[in-house]
Nanobody, 122 residues
Framework: QVQLVESGGGFVQAGGSLGLSCTAS????????MAWYRQAPGKQREFVAT???????NYADSVKGRFTISRDNAKNTVYLQMNSLKPEDTAVYYC????????????????WGQGSQVTVSS
Protein backbone atom coordinates (compact mmCIF):
# COMPACT_ATOMS: atom_id res chain seq x y z
CA GLN A 1 0.00 0.00 0.00
CA VAL A 2 0.97 3.63 -0.62
CA GLN A 3 -0.59 6.49 1.32
CA LEU A 4 -0.35 10.28 1.09
CA VAL A 5 -1.17 12.04 4.36
CA GLU A 6 -1.72 15.81 4.38
CA SER A 7 -1.51 18.29 7.23
CA GLY A 8 -1.53 22.05 7.78
CA GLY A 9 -4.97 23.22 6.66
CA GLY A 10 -6.96 25.73 8.66
CA PHE A 11 -8.37 29.24 8.91
CA VAL A 12 -6.48 32.43 8.07
CA GLN A 13 -7.34 36.08 7.38
CA ALA A 14 -6.82 37.66 3.98
CA GLY A 15 -3.19 38.64 3.50
CA GLY A 16 -1.98 35.94 5.85
CA SER A 17 0.06 32.81 5.26
CA LEU A 18 -0.44 29.08 5.65
CA GLY A 19 1.71 26.03 4.94
CA LEU A 20 0.62 22.57 3.83
CA SER A 21 2.60 19.34 3.85
CA CYS A 22 2.02 15.90 2.35
CA THR A 23 4.03 12.79 3.20
CA ALA A 24 4.09 9.50 1.30
CA SER A 25 4.46 6.20 3.11
CA UNK A 26 4.23 2.52 2.26
CA UNK A 27 6.00 0.15 -0.10
CA UNK A 28 7.69 2.03 -2.98
CA UNK A 29 11.17 2.75 -4.31
CA UNK A 30 10.83 6.38 -5.36
CA UNK A 31 8.59 9.31 -6.27
CA UNK A 32 8.56 11.18 -9.55
CA UNK A 33 6.49 14.38 -9.80
CA MET A 34 4.46 15.72 -6.88
CA ALA A 35 1.70 18.31 -7.16
CA TRP A 36 -1.07 20.26 -5.46
CA TYR A 37 -4.65 20.71 -6.71
CA ARG A 38 -7.61 22.48 -5.14
CA GLN A 39 -11.39 22.47 -5.39
CA ALA A 40 -13.49 25.44 -4.29
CA PRO A 41 -17.22 25.21 -3.50
CA GLY A 42 -19.25 24.90 -6.69
CA LYS A 43 -16.15 24.71 -8.90
CA GLN A 44 -14.14 21.99 -10.64
CA ARG A 45 -10.82 20.80 -9.27
CA GLU A 46 -7.95 22.91 -10.61
CA PHE A 47 -4.19 22.62 -10.85
CA VAL A 48 -2.15 24.70 -8.38
CA ALA A 49 1.52 23.70 -8.58
CA THR A 50 3.84 20.82 -9.42
CA UNK A 51 7.47 19.90 -8.77
CA UNK A 52 9.63 17.23 -10.41
CA UNK A 53 12.03 14.94 -8.59
CA UNK A 54 14.85 17.26 -9.72
CA UNK A 55 13.13 20.35 -8.32
CA UNK A 56 11.66 21.97 -11.44
CA UNK A 57 8.45 23.83 -10.55
CA ASN A 58 5.35 25.04 -12.37
CA TYR A 59 2.46 27.16 -11.05
CA ALA A 60 -1.04 28.15 -12.04
CA ASP A 61 -1.25 31.82 -13.05
CA SER A 62 -3.63 32.52 -10.17
CA VAL A 63 -0.99 31.66 -7.54
CA LYS A 64 2.29 32.72 -9.18
CA GLY A 65 4.33 34.98 -6.93
CA ARG A 66 2.30 34.02 -3.85
CA PHE A 67 2.65 30.23 -3.46
CA THR A 68 5.82 28.14 -3.32
CA ILE A 69 6.03 24.38 -3.80
CA SER A 70 9.02 22.44 -2.48
CA ARG A 71 9.96 18.89 -1.54
CA ASP A 72 12.24 16.91 0.73
CA ASN A 73 13.10 13.66 -1.02
CA ALA A 74 14.65 12.12 2.09
CA LYS A 75 11.32 12.59 3.90
CA ASN A 76 9.11 11.75 0.89
CA THR A 77 7.31 15.02 1.54
CA VAL A 78 5.97 17.86 -0.60
CA TYR A 79 5.12 21.30 0.80
CA LEU A 80 3.01 24.24 -0.30
CA GLN A 81 3.77 27.61 1.29
CA MET A 82 0.88 30.01 0.68
CA ASN A 83 1.44 33.73 1.22
CA SER A 84 -0.73 36.81 0.60
CA LEU A 85 -3.81 34.63 0.78
CA LYS A 86 -7.08 35.83 -0.74
CA PRO A 87 -10.68 34.75 -0.05
CA GLU A 88 -10.75 33.17 -3.52
CA ASP A 89 -8.01 30.77 -2.37
CA THR A 90 -10.58 29.10 -0.10
CA ALA A 91 -10.79 25.45 -1.18
CA VAL A 92 -9.98 21.87 -0.31
CA TYR A 93 -6.35 21.27 -1.28
CA TYR A 94 -5.22 17.82 -2.47
CA CYS A 95 -1.66 16.59 -2.92
CA UNK A 96 -0.76 14.16 -5.68
CA UNK A 97 2.29 11.97 -6.27
CA UNK A 98 3.44 9.65 -9.02
CA UNK A 99 4.92 6.84 -6.93
CA UNK A 100 7.42 4.36 -8.40
CA UNK A 101 6.35 0.98 -7.07
CA UNK A 102 8.99 -1.17 -8.80
CA UNK A 103 11.81 -0.63 -11.31
CA UNK A 104 11.88 -4.10 -12.92
CA UNK A 105 9.32 -3.99 -14.36
CA UNK A 106 8.87 -0.22 -14.12
CA UNK A 107 5.54 0.41 -12.43
CA UNK A 108 4.06 3.69 -11.16
CA UNK A 109 0.91 4.62 -9.28
CA UNK A 110 -0.93 7.96 -9.08
CA UNK A 111 -1.91 8.56 -5.46
CA TRP A 112 -3.94 11.36 -3.85
CA GLY A 113 -3.97 12.79 -0.35
CA GLN A 114 -7.15 12.99 1.72
CA GLY A 115 -7.63 16.74 1.22
CA SER A 116 -7.02 19.74 3.50
CA GLN A 117 -9.55 22.54 4.01
CA VAL A 118 -8.10 26.04 3.65
CA THR A 119 -10.44 28.90 4.52
CA VAL A 120 -9.45 32.54 3.96
CA SER A 121 -11.70 35.18 5.53
CA SER A 122 -12.10 38.87 4.65
Amino acid sequence: QVQLVESGGGFVQAGGSLGLSCTASGSFVGINAMAWYRQAPGKQREFVATITSAGTTNYADSVKGRFTISRDNAKNTVYLQMNSLKPEDTAVYYCNAQVVLTRAPFRTYDRWGQGSQVTVSS
